[in-house]
């Protein structure tokens, strides 16, 4: 064989051996190929840990993996996990997703939907701005996070269970895991950020679904005095203090709904002050946000009227 030969199989060969390389690697990365992939230590963005993935779902893995969008950008940054990606990018037994998003909305019942879902059954977190449903949960980070991101209005954390878990967890087992993992996620985040604050932190205790009833007589809402038309079978309230307070009453799939916070961020992000159906009020001697959304001007009357007798407003 001439040297001019010898050189061109050389170079067939090396070709051949890159191209061999490249491909076991790009099976590597997307979960495939005959070696097994390493093992993944930290998912989405560096946030958590494999113990808090796990404990995600209801059946162990043998590996995960975690797929990220970018932070940097300024739309919804979504962190897939599962056990890997197949050859077409595509999760594996994919058990939840991790968003960082922003949300422009400063009503209170809309941001939450932004937040964690549309659905009157969700429940607010203690000591936080955020709320746990079905199969979702999610969190504003604190203020001067916003800032550091670029989605737009105000920066949030959400998780969403992918798997069929509120099929398997019932007992507010889903709720308080999925908050366990949000929090962490979303502390995790802050301290990258570099706008972690003190008071953002996780609850002790995640709080149950919200469950239906039939409006009391005269007393919808659980507030004395606030009667409702009886075309209203259906009430989801929220117990406790007015921090994050909310009541959705349905008839049929026609839906009214009224918030009361107290809590310091929202007052912040409710910048436009009062109007048809937002208006600040002191309460029990704290500034409180009063918003309703209800077409029915008397109903919504009604319900401050009601509201100002049992929380003392002003």
Same mark, same amino acid.
């Given at each position: 064989m001439n040297r001019k030969k010898r050189t061109g199989v050389v170079l067939a060969v090396t070709v051949a051996v890159l191209v061999a390389a490249a491909g076991v690697t790009v099976a590597v990365l997307r979960g495939g190929g005959s070696g097994p992939a390493a093992e993944q230590k930290s998912f989405c963005w560096g946030t *958590?840990?494999?113990?808090?993935v796990a404990a995600l779902g209801t059946h162990p893995l043998p590996r995960y993996a975690s797929d990220e969008g970018d932070l940097k950008g300024s739309?919804?940054?979504?962190?897939?996990?599962?056990? /890997?990606l197949d050859a077409h990018g595509v999760m594996k037994r994919l058990q939840f997703s991790l968003s960082v998003g922003g949300s422009p909305s400063d009503d209170v019942w809309h941001l939450a939907d932004d937040v964690a879902g549309v659905s009157p059954f969700r429940a607010p977190l203690t000591g936080v701005p955020g709320w746990v449903n079905q199969s979702m949960a999610g969190v504003l980070l604190p203020t001067s996070? $916003?800032?550091r991101l670029h989605f737009g209005g105000a920066a949030y954390v959400r998780v969403q269970t992918l798997a069929d878990q509120d099929k398997t967890w019932r007992d507010g087992t889903l709720q308080r895991r999925m908050a366990d993992v949000l929090m962490t996620a979303a502390t995790g985040l802050t301290r990258q *950020? /570099?706008?972690? $604050?003190? $008071?953002f932190k996780a609850p002790a205790t995640a709080p149950r679904l919200l469950e239906g009833h039939a409006p009391a007589s005269g007393e919808a809402c659980g507030l004395p005095g606030f009667g409702?038309?009886?075309?209203?079978?259906?009430?989801?309230?929220?117990?406790?203090?007015?921090? *994050?307070?909310s009541c959705a009453l349905r008839a049929g799939s026609e839906e009214v709904h009224f918030t009361v916070t107290q809590d310091p961020y929202l007052l912040w992000l409710n910048g436009s002050g009062s109007d048809r159906r937002s208006a600040i009020l002191k309460c029990g001697g704290k500034?409180?946000?009063v918003q309703t959304g209800s077409e029915d001007d008397g109903l919504a009357r009604d319900f401050r009227t009601a509201l100002a007798h049992k929380a003392d407003c002003a």
């Open positions: *958590l840990k494999r113990g808090d739309t919804l940054a979504t962190c897939q996990v599962g056990t /890997g996070c $916003s800032a *950020l /570099g706008c972690s $604050s003190a $008071s409702v038309p009886a075309k209203y079978t259906e009430q989801y309230a929220t117990d406790g203090d007015f921090r *994050l307070w500034k409180t946000l």
